[in-house]
């Protein structure tokens, strides 16, 4: 998001907040005529009248309800902006519209901007990330070790927890749901091309197995260049029984692991991009690990990629220290390279596809999904990220 919209955005939300919570502060000295309409209609048109982010524009392409708040607002504010009666009917009608504008607004923007969090915010992400079409406030917050949570290393860990109905942006409507945070343009170190380094710790608390015709498509993690590009490296949950892993062709399922576990590494741009089928596994490159086996413990992963476009590429993982990915060639799309120039990262649980499980269990509730995350470093080098070898140096904790 950009600065100055982020920054104006906040505002405006701060003027509604500040007066919902005290009318007088925002009317006139000696006037009953309402809330101060100058200050909240300067603040608002100032941050409409910003380009909208690059990445709102390319969800507003397919997603009205995002662009629905620029129009709608100034009807719903004026409709609100009653004189005031002895009875102040007026000023509650005024806050009941100003109030379901602002919720309006939030849970259609594509994020909701990360700000420095003070000592005793656990809701939002630390500087450098945003939460991502995850309105909710169970959708991510910290959890403390001191309350008994689950931590990896130091003194807290991400928690996400999606629940059947969550949605925001556009993905309402639609089979998808997520909890999920996203890293920042301006913190994104990632560049085409060059030699980058990714460390962090998973935790699953109650993600189950699925069989394939029930099968959520679950993302833990993704890289895309952002706009309507595919997600060039993705962390997918396959059902059982899914994956062309016999017969597909070296070259792409790389492994060295290719016998066992559901959580796999996808190529989704290239797939779409080159029409990749069964010999390409569907861009199913490597399995990583069982997502049952690993309940309740924790995954360390490490990853090196390049984000090559060319047959330079590659992509290494290692899980708990073992390498189960190694794979050469190509990681992102020229068709993407038109969407952006820096594959940007989200993390959380994403649930890409739902109509397999509709189809098969109709209006059954899906399962309540948590995990958690730790230790989620960015290197240039291994002993940047890998959370095994900084735990074994006594080096300090992300917290």
């Known amino acids: 998001m950009q600065q100055g919209n982020r920054v104006t955005a906040v505002n405006f939300l701060a003027i509604v907040v500040k007066w919902l919570q005290s009318p007088k502060a925002y009317q006139a000295e000696g006037s009953n005529t309402g809330p101060d309409h100058k200050a909240i209609n300067i603040t608002y048109f100032h941050m409409v009248s910003q380009p909208i982010p690059h990445h709102a524009r390319n969800h507003a392409t397919h997603n009205k309800s995002l662009i629905a708040p620029y129009i709608v607002a100034p009807y719903s504010l004026a409709a609100g902006y009653g004189r005031m009666d002895t009875k102040g009917r007026a000023m509650r009608k005024a806050k009941q519209v100003v109030l379901s504008f602002t919720l309006f607004l939030a849970g259609c923007l594509p994020v909701i901007p990360g700000l420095a969090p003070d000592a005793g915010d656990l809701t939002t992400p630390a500087r450098g990330y945003e939460r991502f079409f995850s309105p909710a406030p169970h959708n991510f917050r910290y ?110 399922c790389a492994g060295p692991e290719r016998a066992t576990g ?101 209006r059954r509730p899906k399962p309540t999904l948590v995990v958690y995350y730790d230790e989620f470093r960015v290197g240039k080098s291994r002993a940047d990220v890998d959370t095994r070898w900084r735990i074994a140096a006594g080096e300090p904790a992300v917290d």
């Open 262 to 362: 559901d959580v796999v590494i996808q190529l989704e741009d290239l797939r779409r991009t080159f029409n990749w089928g069964d010999g390409e596994n569907q861009g199913y490159v490597c399995r990583l690990f069982d997502m049952q086996d690993n309940t309740r413990s924790w995954v360390d992963l490490v990853m090196q990629t390049n984000f090559s476009q060319g047959t330079d590429g590659y992509l290494r993982v290692w899980v708990n220290g073992a390498l189960k990915c190694d794979y050469s060639g190509p990681i992102v799309s020229p068709k993407s390279l038109f969407e952006g120039d820096t594959p940007g990262h989200r993390r959380g649980v994403f649930s890409s596809y739902t109509t397999r499980w509709d189809d098969t269990h109709g």
């Open 143 to 252: 959890a403390v070790a001191d309350d008994g949570a689950p931590v990896r290393y130091g003194a807290r860990a991400e928690r996400y927890e999606l629940r059947t109905g969550d949605c925001g942006g556009s993905d309402c409507g639609n089979a998808r749901y997520r909890a999920e945070i996203r890293m920042t343009d301006d913190s994104n170190p990632a560049k085409i091309g060059e030699d980058i380094w990714y460390g962090w710790s998973f935790y699953n608390s109650s993600v189950p197995g699925f069989f394939r015709d029930e099968s959520l498509r679950l993302v833990f993690g993704q890289w895309t260049m952002g706009g309507d590009a595919n997600p060039a490296i993705r962390l997918i949950q396959l059902g059982e029984g899914e994956g062309n892993w016999d017969s597909c062709r070296r070259a792409i």
